[in-house]
């Protein structure tokens, strides 16, 4: 997952715009998950898995 890529180049000292090349991802998704603890983000991905969507209804 690209939560733990972040937190993984993180703790090799990486710099976000360089986990951002790395992983080729936009830099605006580093920031957003460089900084987030692991239940913060669990309860995220919980939240959005349980969310409701469009086609569902169909």
Do not use: C, G
Not at 36 to 48: E, I, L, Q, S
């Amino acid at each position: 997952m690209t939560y733990e890529k972040i937190q993984e180049l993180k703790r090799n000292h990486l710099k976000k715009a360089q986990v951002a090349r790395h992983l080729h991802i936009d830099p605006k998704t580093v920031s957003k998950y460089w900084d987030m603890p692991p239940d913060v983000f669990a309860a995220t991905t919980n939240r959005a898995q349980r969310r409701r969507k469009k086609a569902d209804d169909l």
